[in-house]
């Protein structure tokens, strides 16, 4: 039985956030730790026996002296759980509650835990979204009746081609149906399966940033381990230093979302991609407003191509009428473009200035604002899923569906059956245990290829790299017409991606500078403004999250071959050019980290791949609302 002593000592880091009174029935403390309850008091724990411990120490320290002088080399403490999932989003989640349904279901034990780098479960969810249900009514086939917020059903598909002046009527492609789906605010509805996650018994906890996958001597996948806390940006421990924990389970899911930042690194660690294959990514920018009722159109979609972007460059926009008057607007942006003058947040606002996009916009307010990157390459960009100790599911690895413009039912689906996998390896079979060989979901795989996932994205893979023809969108448009709606994937032949998007910008040289209109602040507004509704915030004395490679190289190379690209392409102005004090009649290199809403654009177009963009301490960045 836990002793609980009250302390007013406030503590920070993945330690204060991991633990809380309710803690894993696997876990159990072997030195006095602190927790935090509900309303932020600290509670430190009186440990347990230690012949009960199921908490132990990562022996990786070789020097005594040295981790007594400095504290971030001590070694970190360790729980065990049976399936450790990094990320609370809709895969994450999903993958969750199917575990703890399939072990409730045979009166079984499993440890499942959920970390995500988020301050609450959905503060960074961004979608359009029109969503598919059918993965849901897997998990909860009475979602409406246990109140999940999916309250508007779209009932009105449109397509529009945009001009400077007009918006023309286009045939409706098939694949972009929307009958029997809902407008939702994804955000919220993750919101919802975090609950319901926490009621079957997962621990989830927010406010975790998972900064390091842990190997085994065998190379297998261990677990993870989250960030030290407290350290200050100068990576030296200030007075609240907290070490990381590692977490470690016989499985780890990997559901970090777009580009994450431990899968980009297990990607090239482990070999999971085949040589020469590469995933492609566009960028979406949207804002959630609330309109005149009159202009309101509940349950409409409208989709469009065209304006405000030329014909070489990939994207679109939407317009979703949600419920209680409120607009889901934005657009995507190929980050395949080829112009370094082009700015995907200053072509939103272009968009918004559109006729018919400021005539629905005119006398409303706007709610939120965010901008995420989004995987675009399909099927033939797709790693392998599974290796000893692991497996990645959702957008981390690539499963949306490009014409249809949706993924989070892919996600969800993908979640679904790496559970089942998992589940069967672990509790049927009985793999896992130290005793056995690391668990190894080849099933997962094998069911992915024989899922709707597989079916929808076969048929539709040689959609998006059509448009990398000197059609530009005319032979896209073209091709993706007679694909999808009469051939429907059958061609013995896959269309592959040229080259990665960091590699297709041009030097500044071959293209002119774009003369964007200044904002008029009622529908379009400068980049901090719109930043300031993300309610990103990151505190200013720690670790900068986005590190460079070679803190020269901007300067020497980005700013005089493609004219600063990063002080465009970032949708939070986190990159500056800026006089250099010491350097009279020279630039130098700005990074204001504290605008970052964790979109991972800049880790994906670079052209000189310099930024690394890494977790910072959690619960940090954006907090959106309703998006």
């Known amino acids: 039985m836990f002793v609980c002593r009250t302390t007013s ?30 309303n932020n008091r600290y509670v430190y724990l009186q440990p347990k026996p230690q012949s009960l ?3 132990s120490t990562s022996h990786n320290i070789k020097d005594a002296t040295a981790e007594e002088e400095n504290p971030m080399l001590e070694a970190r403490e360790v729980m065990d759980y049976d399936v450790v999932i990094v990320g609370g989003g809709p895969a994450g989640l999903s993958a969750a509650i199917r575990l703890k349904q399939l072990a409730a279901k045979e009166d079984k034990e499993l440890n499942v835990i959920v970390v995500e780098k988020g301050g609450e479960i959905g503060a960074h969810i961004l979608s359009g979204a029109c969503i598919e249900t059918g993965p849901l009514e897997e998990l909860f086939p009475d979602w409406k009746e246990q109140g999940a917020p999916l309250n508007q059903p779209a009932l009105h598909d449109e397509m529009k081609f945009l001009t400077a002046k007009y918006a023309i009527p286009m045939p ?3 694949q972009m149906s929307n009958k029997g789906n809902y407008i939702v605010s994804l955000s919220n509805v993750v919101k919802w399966l975090g609950e319901k996650a926490e009621e079957l018994g997962v621990d989830v906890f927010p406010g975790t940033s998972a900064s390091e996958v842990i190997y085994g001597e065998d190379g297998s996948v261990r677990g993870i381990a989250t960030n030290d806390a407290g350290v200050d940006k100068e990576f030296r421990p200030k007075s609240t230093f ?10 780890t899911l990997f559901a970090e979302g777009c580009h994450g930042s431990l899968t980009k690194g297990l990607i090239r660690k482990l070999n999971l991609r085949e040589q020469g294959k590469f995933q492609t990514y566009g960028l979406g920018i949207k804002e959630v407003w609330e ?5 309101h159109n509940p349950g409409k979609v409208i989709h469009t191509m ?7 460059t990939y994207g679109g926009g939407f317009i979703y009428h949600m419920e209680n008057n409120r607009v889901s607007l934005g657009l995507v942006v190929g980050l395949d473009y080829q112009n370094p003058y082009l700015s995907p947040y200053k072509e939103f606002q272009r ?22 990157a989004l995987v675009e390459g399909g099927l033939q960009s797709i790693p392998k899923l599974y290796f000893p100790g692991g497996a990645l599911i959702g957008d981390t690895a690539g499963f949306l569906n490009v014409p249809k413009i949706k993924g989070t039912h892919n996600a969800m689906k993908s979640g679904i059956l790496a559970a089942d996998s998992a589940y069967k390896s672990i509790v049927t079979e009985g793999n896992g245990s130290e005793e056995s060989q690391p668990v190894v979901l080849s099933s997962y795989e094998e069911a992915f290829k024989n899922s709707s996932i597989y079916k929808e994205l076969y048929e539709i893979r040689n959609v998006r790299p059509s448009f990398h023809s000197a059609l530009g969108i005319w032979g896209g448009m073209m091709w993706s017409g007679l694909d999808t709606m009469f051939l429907k994937g059958r061609l013995p032949f896959t269309l592959q991606h040229k080259n990665p998007d960091y590699a297709m910008l041009q030097p500044a040289s071959m293209h002119k500078p774009i003369d964007y209109p200044k904002p008029d602040n009622e529908i379009t507004f400068d980049i901090l403004t719109s930043v300031s509704r993300t309610g990103t915030n990151h505190a200013e004395n720690q670790p900068v999250h986005l590190r460079l490679a070679d803190s020269t190289v901007e300067v020497k190379k980005n700013l005089p071959v493609y004219a600063g690209p990063e002080q465009r392409f970032c949708p939070a102005s986190v990159y500056e050019y800026v006089d250099d004090e010491a350097n009279p009649g020279k630039k130098r290199f700005q990074i204001n980290s504290q605008n970052c809403i964790h979109c991972k654009t800049c880790d994906i177009k670079d052209p000189a791949q310099n930024i690394n963009w890494v977790v910072p301490e959690g619960g940090d960045g954006p907090q959106y609302v309703d998006t």
Request: charged residues 20%; without cysteine.
């Open 53 to 55: 411990r199921a908490f």
């Open 306 to 312: 065209g304006y405000p972007l030329d014909y070489k």
């Open 351 to 372: 968009f918004k200035s559109h006729p018919f996009v400021t005539n629905l916009l005119r006398g409303g307010t706007v709610i939120s604002y965010g901008a995420r």
């Open 9 to 38: 000592a406030k503590l920070s880091g993945s330690t204060a956030a991991l633990f809380r009174l309710s803690l894993p029935k696997s876990a159990s403390l072997t030195t006095p730790s602190a927790i935090s309850t509900p």
């Open 242 to 251: 907290t070490r990381g924990i590692e977490l470690h389970g016989k499985l």
């Open 291 to 295: 309109v005149d009722p009159a202009k």
């Open 172 to 174: 409706h492609p098939p």
